[in-house]
């Protein structure tokens, strides 16, 4: 207590805050940009008179204007393509892919065009966008619909690569996404929109090149990213009951990586568990255990541990693909072996 | 939707100097490219190079009714129509030999030239791959009010992939004032148009399909071409939405520096050689009076010594320094 109690004109002003979702916090970050440039329009398959796959957009339509919140027909490369050609001119698109899944019938313009235009043209022409696509499984939604393509786009030169898992980067990294000059590709997890949390009613910007620590512990980091937080910070919770601090690590960045965020948590804890909802082999999860290596190795107590999926189409029935997912009692599991030096 | 066939009905007026203009385009693009094989051999360009000769109609007639602050974007085979855009040939030269005085510093080639001033977007060499960014850059023109065309260029084998299709229901649904110039040079690379598609009418797809405006055009005849494309272009300024001109016309070079031609017959490119377009339009100039004694002698002199000039600046450009190698991955400073 300061020596200021009492003194009403001394007290700082508190905050005002609420409760929103995850949801509510990225249809409120639609809405400001939507406010605060002219620019910004969103496009995307049922974003409109729908409201939003995920319920995302909904009321906005009737906001801003069919021209603005621009439903387009099921041509992923049509209108990803026209999200780049729009940004060439000036615009400021928000492109929402409805899953990451069918953001691969638009790879060509998000690969071979908004990534490389800048580069081929020697510096002329900037791709100023922003590409939403939700990401992940847990659904029963079978092979087609349960990917995590994050790897394939954090693995492209000229792409920016965000991964949202709180609720406070639901609602600010897409203005500072917008106002990047580079194409930025943003992964929102469904499972998570319903997550709630407490944000101030005006809040501050944040930071969208750094990674971020969410929980402190000496004992291990769990270094993760989008539903893979979620996880950790719950095993955190059961690990501290036995006695073990968990440093849970939300990457936030896949690309650039930010990687004097966890190597300086591994410095403290010397021991890495990574935890990626998408395949182990040429992943996410490979890129970090590299890095640490390369710049961490003789920090580390033990070998870097990785927790993926299981490297198969994954299954529509759900026994088998919870089995699949890494969940909360695998990284429990995990972490007790290696802290126990098994 | 009825398939307009193109007629010289609504006329261009042809005046002794449009003629000489029209003549100089096509000459230079003939010339710098009979200079890019020459230079090519030489080794001094390399990848690929993908020659424009026989189709120069095509690139100047529709060059002649586009405004300064229209948007243009075109396929690998884009040398044509950078030129005739008034992108300077040295800095296509320049970029082709890889040095960082060219258009694109080196960093595109042969089929990547990028110009700012001319608003020029790229040769893309994806086939297909820059339709969506022509919608896009259309679509951004009409949600600002800007009565600004976007002009894309491509080939009749990107009308076999999806994002053609893609591309003019978006921008029919959004009438959107793009104008789509396809060059029938019917191949894609070495398979001819019968063995690509089922209806080999591209203009009556676009118009059947897609209820867009479409012309097929004798892509020979630059008069022809920018015949169609003044009437295009008044449709789509008077906010009528996209239109679409089928060119049709050949390529006499190899698909790029080099092939063995084995799907074609030397008859047909002897056919066609015979309606080379810059021949006929000699011929139309004299017809009318229009040519005079050292004319083309003159032309021939002066678009000589471009194409020399544009070799010289290239020879004389630098090499980009190699610790430059990773500028222009990622912009770091917003441009507006």
């Known amino acids: ?342 | 939707m009825v398939t307009l066939t193109a007629n010289a009905t609504t006329g261009v007026e042809l005046t002794r100097e449009h003629g000489l203009h029209l003549l100089r385009e096509m000459v230079l693009i003939r010339r710098f490219e009979e200079k890019c094989v020459e230079v090519y051999s030489a080794t001094k360009i390399r990848g690929f190079l993908h020659l424009y000769i026989g189709e120069e109609a095509v690139a100047v007639g529709i060059m002649q009714v586009l405004r300064p602050e229209d948007g243009i974007l075109a396929t690998y085979r884009e040398h044509g129509q950078a030129l005739a855009r008034g992108v300077s040939a040295g800095s296509i030269m320049a970029e082709m030999y890889g040095k960082q005085e060219g258009c694109a510093r080196g960093r595109g080639g042969s089929m990547h030239i990028f110009d700012k001033e001319t608003r020029f977007f790229g040769g893309n060499a994806i086939v297909g791959g820059h339709l969506p960014m022509a919608v896009g850059m259309a679509l951004a023109d009409k949600m600002r009010g800007d009565n600004h065309v976007t002009c894309i260029f491509f080939g009749d084998g990107a009308v076999a992939e999806g994002e053609f299709h893609e591309s003019l229901n978006l921008a029919a649904l959004w009438n959107v004032p793009v104008l789509f110039v396809c060059e029938n040079n019917r191949y894609g690379m070495g398979t001819a148009l019968e063995y690509s598609h089922a209806v080999t009418d591209i203009a009556m797809r676009a118009s059947c399909g897609y209820g867009i405006p479409a012309e097929t055009v004798d892509g020979m005849d630059v008069l022809a071409v920018q015949e169609a494309a003044t009437r295009a272009v008044e449709a789509i300024r008077a906010g009528e939405g996209p239109y679409f001109l089928e060119c049709l016309t050949y390529r006499f070079r190899a698909h790029s520096m080099f092939d063995a031609e084995l799907y074609r017959k030397k008859d047909e490119v002897q056919q066609w050689r015979q309606r080379d377009p810059i021949e006929i339009f000699i011929d139309k100039m004299k017809a009318l009076d229009l040519l005079r004694e050292g004319d083309l002698e003159e032309i021939e002199k002066e678009v000589a010594a471009e194409v020399q000039a544009s070799v010289d600046f290239a020879e004389a450009g630098t090499w980009e320094p190699l610790e430059d190698l990773a500028r222009f991955v990622y912009l770091e400073e917003e441009t507006a």
């Open chain 1, 1 to 342: 207590m300061s020596a200021n109690v009492g003194v009403a004109t001394m007290e700082p002003v508190r905050e005002a805050v609420r409760t929103i979702t995850y949801r509510e916090a990225v249809r409120e970050a639609l809405r400001e940009a939507m406010l605060r440039d002219e620019r910004v329009f969103l496009m995307g398959e049922d974003v409109g008179r729908y409201g939003g796959c995920f319920a995302v957009s909904m009321g906005l339509l009737e906001e801003f204007g069919v021209e603005r919140i621009r439903d387009t027909p099921l041509s992923e490369s049509g209108f990803t393509g026209a999200g780049v050609g729009a940004a060439l001119a000036g615009m400021r698109p928000i492109v929402e892919v409805m899953t990451c899944n069918f953001s691969l019938l638009a790879a060509d313009q998000i690969i071979n065009n908004a990534a490389t235009i800048l580069h081929m043209s020697g510096g002329l022409f900037n791709v100023p966008m922003v590409i939403r696509m939700a990401t992940g499984g847990g659904k029963q939604l079978a092979a087609q619909h349960s990917n995590s393509w994050e790897g394939i786009y954090a693995h492209i030169p000229g792409l920016k690569v965000l991964s949202i898992a709180t609720v406070e980067d639901a609602r600010g990294m897409l203005w500072p996404a917008l106002e990047d000059p580079n194409p930025v590709v943003i992964f929102e997890n469904p499972l998570l929109y319903t997550k709630k949390a407490q944000l101030p009613v005006k809040p501050a910007p944040v930071d969208i090149t750094k990674a971020k620590v969410l929980r402190a512990g000496d004992d291990i980091s769990i270094i993760t990213h989008g539903m893979g937080v979620w996880k950790a910070l719950d095993a955190a919770k059961i690990l501290a009951e036995a006695g073990i601090e968990a440093e849970v690590v939300d990457l936030r960045v896949l690309r650039p990586l930010d990687d004097e965020t966890y190597i300086n948590s591994i410095v403290k804890t010397h021991r890495a568990l990574v935890v990626d909802e998408g395949w182990r082999s040429v992943s996410i999860a490979s890129e970090i255990s590299a890095r640490i290596m390369e710049q961490a190795f003789y920090e580390l107590d033990q070998p870097v541990q990785r927790l993926c999926t299981a490297e198969v189409p994954l299954p529509y029935a759900k026994h088998m693909e919870d089995h699949a997912i890494p969940q909360v009692e695998d990284i429990v599991a995990a972490v007790k072996k290696m802290v126990s030096g098994g």
